[in-house]
């Protein structure tokens, strides 16, 4: 290692670690045989025509196909494939095309089941953008087909494939930060969600999130991103939420709300509290777990450790022999650095990873079915101004 990538050599833990991947023993991408797999993308919007650019990079992964029910929606994916790809209109015809092995499926939170649903009666792979599934029987039904299905199911919850998020989470389960007290996540904004509309007659189509009968709102296309990495971290789902939200900023006819507050209690005490902001984007994007050694704060690419007590304090001279002084962010406390891809691109590689060996993905079913639920839950506690507890007949 070279002498600026050194371990900390102290009682500030093992968790204060400046190395790369290699060094932690983290999971390398290994180039699998020489396996083209081709997918076509179901939903070319922002997200969808997003990965296509990711996927191009990729050895030995082509999109073949788009689809789209907005022709300048699917021109936008048939440019960024830059290559022989057909476009499609209707999904169902993108799914009878003779070179296809799989599917991304990128279209409005109310379709996900339906269309993963017929992805799998035609024999092909699936990855499932987050969240899983909108509603209690879509994703009943969707765990029950992938259950009897040979193919692999991937959901879209990017952060699970993060070599650095893995990192933290084995660290934190090694006991780095001592017994979990509390998680703290925020992903706040300042905009009204909107996209421009060409034609009026348009609007419920482009700016699906802003209705309750295609969206789950802030809660399934932000939240759902930390509720994966809670129910993660902690190895549990949560026994109940509360919560409250409104429409009390942008006053535009939206009926999903414009701002959230949630708290998930889990079965072994801790709490969960997220917070979706559209007025105001101070700290945007960030993930507090609490321990009684510590926290660990994270936001999109990066982690920091920041140990309880006096040893926060403690900034001179941590390894004698080398004569090292440790990093200190101030107001975060110790960089976690670790070498890792940007976690779409990483995601998308564990894909086609899945598919070449035919192993089970990282975000899989399960933990897809899981955040879904949660998001649901949300949902329900906040229309319904109740407490809302876990379906114990549902079979995930």
């Known amino acids: 290692m070279k002498r600026r990538e050194f371990v900390v050599k102290s009682s500030l833990a093992s968790a204060a670690v400046a190395t790369s991947a290699t060094a932690m023993g983290q999971i390398i991408q290994k180039e699998s045989a020489n396996e083209t797999l081709n997918i ?19 050895s030995n992964f082509n999109v073949i196909a ?39 499926v990128a279209t409005p939170f109310n379709t996900h089941s339906k269309i993963a649903l017929d992805a799998l009666d035609a024999g092909l792979h ?11 029987d879509g994703i009943q039904n969707l765990v029950n087909k992938v259950k009897t299905s040979d193919k692999i199911f991937q959901t879209g919850h990017q952060y699970h494939s993060s070599r650095l998020y893995t990192y933290v989470v084995d660290m934190i389960k090694k006991g780095e ?7 703290e996540c925020q992903w706040n904004r300042n905009g009204n969600w909107r996209r421009p509309v060409p034609d009026p007659k348009l609007e419920r189509l482009i700016n699906w999130r802003m209705y309750r009968e295609f969206s789950g709102g802030l809660v399934a296309e932000l939240c759902s991103h930390q509720i994966d990495f809670s129910n993660w971290v902690l190895g549990e789902t ?60 994270m936001d999109y690419a990066k982690a920091w450790y920041y ?7 403690e900034m001179g001279e941590v390894d004698g022999v080398a004569g090292a002084t440790l990093k ?25 990873e899945s598919v070449a060996n035919n192993t089970e993905p990282i975000s899989n079913i399960a933990t897809g079915a899981n955040a879904a639920v949660c998001v649901q839950m949300g949902l329900d506690a906040m229309h319904n101004e109740k407490i809302v507890h876990w379906k114990s007949d549902l079979n995930l």
């Not at 790809?85 to 095309?97: A, N, S, V």
């Not at 140990?307 to 304090?313: A, D, R, T, V």
């Not at 200190?328 to 086609?352: N, T």
Request: charged residues 30%; aromatic residues 8%.
């Open 177 to 183: 930060i001592g017994k979990i007290a509390a998680i």
């Open 328 to 352: 200190w962010d101030e107001g975060k406390g110790y960089p976690i650095e670790v070498d890792h891809e940007d976690p779409s691109k990483q995601a998308l590689m564990d894909f086609r």
């Open 66 to 104: 788009c689809c789209d029910v907005l022709p300048f929606r699917l021109e936008q994916g048939l440019k960024k494939a830059e290559g022989k790809t057909k476009g499609f209109k209707d999904y169902r015809k993108l799914l009878e095309h003779p070179d296809l092995d799989a599917v991304l």
């Open 238 to 297: 949560p026994e109940k939420v509360m919560g409250v939200g409104g429409i009390d900023y942008w006053k535009d006819g939206r009926e999903t709300y414009d701002n959230i507050h949630l708290l998930y209690s889990y079965p072994s005490g801790v709490r969960a509290k997220f917070t979706c902001l559209t007025s105001n984007a101070m700290n945007d994007y960030k993930i507090k777990v609490m321990g009684d050694q510590g926290t660990v704060i």
């Open 307 to 313: 140990p309880e007590g006096k040893k926060n304090k």
């Open 126 to 136: 699936v990855y499932c953008e987050k969240t899983l599934a909108k509603g209690f």
């Open 40 to 58: 076509g993308v179901i939903g070319t919007g922002d997200r969808g025509s997003g990965l296509i650019p990711l996927i191009n990079q990729i």
